[in-house]
């Protein structure tokens, strides 16, 4: 039996992924799980990356455990973030969080060197203050790039960790917003003009690539030599490449942050696309997803946290249904990305008191409205008039927001996997290691082997 690992690492949470091939099926179990959120330090967020790597440490010695030694091992996070390494190859200081609120001083400082107009004309990606180019320009600010000779993104310093050798993966350096839409490499004037290393960056890998083996140290501790297999590392982008989609169809990933889109060819950086605030995201073979990021189920996870997770994400879809309001906020305003307490900003925004059902009905009513005005932006970047649309991720199981979806798209709603980030990772190192061969073989496996419901 030949065993594949997704490590699979998210905002909040993080698992370990095991698979084999079975009778055209793939069949996966969870075997590893860890909890991850940001440290709050100094007044700012920061990731501990020592203590991720030691769970992905953990989660392959319970292979070993298990007995179920993976050929092939691959990890993926969230986008834009990253490390930063000296020339011994340490991290120059913390990791900081996406949601950290440094860049909010810095945006207005790199428009004013390259115009966001010509940023996306060159990348395609849409304006969000965490973009990597503006945390990457308060590092040169404040001095820490200075001391910096080699930038990774969170899932490459994880590979880097595990094998010795430094790839950078195309789908997640997209995220960066430093890599030009045509030639799909580091696009070299924005360094240029913005005074960054151009020696901090190496050329992008495609997914399936091989990276490497496991180092000797790694090896010692795990008790096992496995080769690491690049998966589209940013998740969005193993999701989707997993996702049982057929011709165009735009899809939701449904998880902390919802990101709806549709695969394309070539990068859409028009006056429409700009306007309506869609991402060019890399794919596979240098494909991309035209896609727009969209606050997701962070607001209802945050509200959660804030009754102590005294209710079930089930129990908040009960209670919004039960308690609908007559009103609507803006779900993609940065009020929501880290307030200090969410269930007072939405109050504000609704510019009224609400129960916590009421709360709740707000977040995904809105959310779902906000998706059919995006789909509908999609339809006319694409030109193309789509009749069904595929959730994803975790959030798919969420049936009365689906229903809400279906109600304001007018789309017939297909939903699942649930678990498409990790299946995902897993079909490309299958691919890599020659046991799949196509992403379409590969999705059609996908549909054999998981609940896939419609609506």
Avoid at 46 to 59: A, H, K, M, S
Avoid at 395 to 402: D, Q
């Amino acid at each position: 039996m030949t065993y594949h690992l997704a490590i699979d690492i998210g905002a909040s949470s993080g698992r370990h992924i095991l698979a084999h091939l079975e009778s055209g099926k793939m069949v996966t179990e969870e075997i590893y799980r860890f909890q991850n959120g940001p440290k709050q330090q100094n007044g700012h967020l920061y990731w501990d990356t020592g203590r991720l790597f030691q769970e992905i440490v953990n989660g392959l010695k319970r292979a070993r455990e298990l007995g179920k030694i993976p050929a092939t091992v691959a990890v993926d996070t969230w986008g834009v973030d990253y490390v930063l390494l000296d020339k011994n190859d340490n991290p120059v200081g913390e990791t900081y969080c996406y949601r950290d609120h440094r860049t909010k001083a810095v945006a207005e400082a790199v428009h004013a060197i390259i115009p966001f107009a010509e940023l996306y004309r060159k990348t395609g990606i849409q304006f969000q203050l965490f973009n990597t180019v503006y945390q990457l320009f308060d590092d040169k600010k404040t001095g820490r790039m200075e001391k910096a000779e080699s930038f990774l993104n969170l899932p490459d310093y994880f590979h880097f960790r595990l094998t010795g050798v430094k790839r950078q993966e195309y789908t997640m350096a997209t995220t960066t917003g430093m890599v030009n839409a045509v030639t799909r490499d580091w696009d070299g004037e924005i360094l240029d003009k913005l005074g960054f290393k151009k020696e901090l960056f190496v050329p992008l890998t495609q997914p399936t690539a091989h990276v490497g083996v496991f180092s000797k140290e790694i090896e010692r501790e795990v008790g096992y030599a496995a080769t690491v297999v690049l998966p589209a590392t940013h998740d969005t982008a193993s999701a989707v490449l997993a996702a049982p989609l057929s011709g165009r169809m735009p899809y939701i990933s449904s998880g902390t942050w919802s990101l709806l889109g549709v695969e394309q060819t070539f990068a859409h950086t028009d006056e429409t696309a700009l306007k309506s605030d869609y991402s060019n995201e890399g794919s596979l073979g240098g494909d991309f997803r035209l896609q727009k990021n969209i606050m997701g189920l962070w607001m209802i996870q945050q509200v959660r946290h804030e009754t102590g997770d005294k209710y079930s994400f089930a129990e908040f879809s009960r209670m919004a249904e039960e308690n609908p309001v007559d009103v609507v906020i803006d779900v993609n305003e940065n009020r929501f990305l880290a307030p200090e307490n969410m269930t007072e900003e939405i109050a504000a925004a609704a510019g009224r008191s609400l129960t916590l059902g009421e709360t709740a009905f707000v977040i995904f009513d809105s959310l779902a409205r906000f998706y059919a005005e995006s789909l509908s932006a999609l339809e006319k970047i694409t030109g193309e008039c789509y009749a069904t649309l595929n959730i994803i991720g975790g959030g798919s199981k969420n049936a009365f927001l689906n229903r809400l979806t279906e109600k304001y798209t007018g789309k017939k709603i297909i939903t699942g996997p649930t678990e498409c980030t990790a299946i995902g990772n897993l079909m490309l190192q299958m691919i890599g290691y020659g046991a799949i061969e196509s992403v379409d073989a590969g999705r059609k496996i996908v549909k054999n082997s998981f609940d896939i419901v419609e609506l």
